[in-house]
Every structure is written in structure tokens, then in C-alpha cells.
């Protein structure tokens, strides 16, 4: 009988951590002689994650529209059904991999499901490889260091934890780069914005929340230069406003994080903007706020946010 096909695949809006741990879990499945699995991607590849296929020679995931009823499916850097595939919630899920909260998620069997709140998915696979003694091949380490950088900005995001410095620096190790050095060539080339829309950068990594009557987007843009992008605010604020409409949020923050001196400016619209203003205990002027050494939307922006909407 053919074996039945399975897809991993991460988070819609899908970032380095989304894409280079599915194409992880590939390489593993096809090693331990799993030929059914398959990555794929919910969205369009990043200019960062872009950098790390370039480096690696290796083509992206194909693009997975919906799933039919049944399909199995396996979930990485993910779990909430809103921020998955469509049609996710008559999938088969047999597995899951996060380091995120657990939200909206249910099954009616029993499955694989490990969550460890770590930096970055990666983190995770590689302390299952480290324990089960499996040898760690080089295009495996890049993948899982692209991916543990990207999330924690090389090390420095506050949601780093001693796991993800003990795995780049190993990883480091067995990959034989100079870590630094290619890790801010990836992230700098993810900052590179001049060929998208506003809309298309209100989106770029935009993470939306509808619970318990709250319907909020918050949206990250990764720079080098935080006044650069905002050269671009008004029309930004256009296509805010756009993303307000469509959507029926009551609320849109853009988070505008300098990845190299760690601080945030962020840019709050809707009818409960103010609940920024509660959550940072600092005025909105010109709709915006700055924010010293946040660059965490999982750890900094989001709970006081949610907490405050
Ligand atoms: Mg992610
Ligand atoms: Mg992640
Ligand atoms: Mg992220």
C-alpha cells in the first residue's frame, strides 16, 4: 500500500523558525525512512528566510492553500487553528512542535504533541536529536541556526533561553560558520523593505488574535534603521486602516523593531488604541509610542496588549 502523504508545515505569515524547521522535519522523516513527509509553506518566503535557501542552495516549500478533511498534517512553530491552514480543523493533525502558548487548539484523539517554551522551534528539534544520539548533518545545523537567530535575534530577544545559546553555539560548532557574522547577514537581509507595498508590510509578519470577543493584529517589520521606515508612516496608516476594515479589528499594532539596538517603535490604530497606552503606560503622540528594549512580540507586546484590550 502507499504510504499516505503527510505535510508539516508552520505558521501562516511564515518566518525563518516556520519554514527551516518543516524542511527539518523532512530531512529527519526521509532519514528514518519516513518518505511520505513533505514541508510545505503557508505564505510567501521572506526576504530573510530567502537569504538562508540562497546560502543552502535549496528550493522553498511549496505552497499549501488549503487541507482536505482528513489529510494528516503535522504543525511546527504553531498551534492556534486561526494562525494555521485553512480547513485545519478537519485535518488529521498527528503532531505538533511549538514554542508558543497553546490557544484554539483541539483534537479529537490523541497525539505527538511537544511544547517547550524555548526560543525557537529549532531549539527544540535539536535537543530531540541530542537525546536520541542522532548525528547532526551540516545543512541540518544551518537550518536549525537560521532559525533559532531569526527568532531570537541572535541571542538577544528576551525570549532567549540557556537552551538556544547552548544549541547555536553547538550547532555553530558542527555547521563550521562564523555565527555572528552569518547571522547578520541573514537578518539584515530580511530588513531589506524597499521592494513591498504597505500592504504588503502590514503583513509581512502580522499575528492575529480573535478570542473571547477580541479581534486584534499585531504586526512586526524588522530594520536597521527605524527612521527609514518611517518616512513611510502615512501610507503605512493608510494600509492600516485597510487591514481595520477588512478584518473588523478593533485594534492594529506595527511593531517597527531596530534589530540592532534593540528598541521598538510601534504604531497603534483602531477604537481601542488606547489600550496601548494602558498596556505601556505611555502616550500614543502621532499614534505612536516608543519602546525601549522591546523587541518580543510574544514575551513584550503581546500579553500586556492582550491584557489591556
Ligand atoms: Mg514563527
Ligand atoms: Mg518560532
Ligand atoms: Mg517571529
Redesign the pocket.
Known amino acids: 500500500m502507499e504510504n499516505e502523504k503527510v505535510y508539516v508545515f508552520g505558521h501562516k505569515n511564515p ?1 525563518t ?1 516556520s519554514i527551516c524547521s518543516s524542511m527539518l522535519h523532512e530531512l529527519l522523516s526521509k532519514k528514518n525512512g519516513g518518505e511520505c513527509v513533505e514541508a510545505r509553506r503557508l505564505g510567501n518566503i521572506n526576504k530573510e528566510t530567502q537569504y538562508v535557501l540562497n546560502y543552502l542552495g535549496m528550493e522553498s516549500p511549496k505552497l499549501l492553500e488549503k487541507v482536505e478533511p482528513g489529510q494528516k498534517v503535522v504543525l511546527v ?1 504553531h498551534n492556534e487553528f486561526n494562525q494555521s491552514v485553512e480547513g485545519i480543523k478537519d485535518a488529521d493533525i498527528i503532531e505538533v512542535v511549538d ?1 508558543h502558548r497553546i490557544c484554539n487548539f483541539e483534537t479529537s484523539v490523541p497525539i505527538h504533541y511537544t511544547a517547550r517554551p524555548y526560543g ?2 529549532s531549539t527544540i528539534f535539536y535537543e530531540i536529536l541530542k537525546i536520541t544520539g542522532a548525528k547532526v548533518e551540516k545543512v541540518e545545523a544551518i537550518l536549525m541556526l537560521s532559525a533559532i537567530i531569526s ?1 531570537t535575534l541572535l541571542l538577544k530577544s528576551p525570549t532567549t533561553t540557556e537552551q538556544d545559546k547552548i544549541a547555536v553555539e553547538e550547532l555553530g560548532k558542527i555547521a563550521d560558520i562564523d555565527v555572528n557574522e552569518y547571522g547578520l547577514n541573514m537578518l539584515k537581509a530580511g530588513t531589506n523593505l524597499d521592494d513591498f507595498s504597505e500592504q504588503e508590510l502590514v503583513n509581512l509578519d502580522a499575528k492575529l488574535v480573535d478570542k473571547d470577543g477580541k479581534k486584534f493584529v499585531i504586526a512586526q517589520i524588522n530594520t536597521v534603521n527605524i527612521p527609514d521606515v518611517l518616512k513611510r508612516q502615512q501610507k503605512l496608516e493608510e494600509a492600516i486602516n485597510q487591514e481595520i476594515q477588512n478584518k473588523d479589528l478593533q485594534l492594529f499594532v506595527l511593531a517597527i523593531t531596530d534589530i540592532l539596538n534593540s528598541n521598538s517603535q510601534i504604531i497603534a490604530i483602531g477604537e481601542k488604541a488606547n489600550c496601548v497606552e494602558q498596556a505601556f503606560g505611555k502616550k500614543l503622540e502621532n499614534n505612536m509610542i516608543f519602546l525601549e528594549g522591546v523587541v518580543s512580540r510574544k514575551k513584550q507586546l503581546l500579553p500586556p496588549i492582550d491584557k489591556n484590550v
Open positions: 518566518d523558525d512553530d514554542h525557537c522551534t527568532d
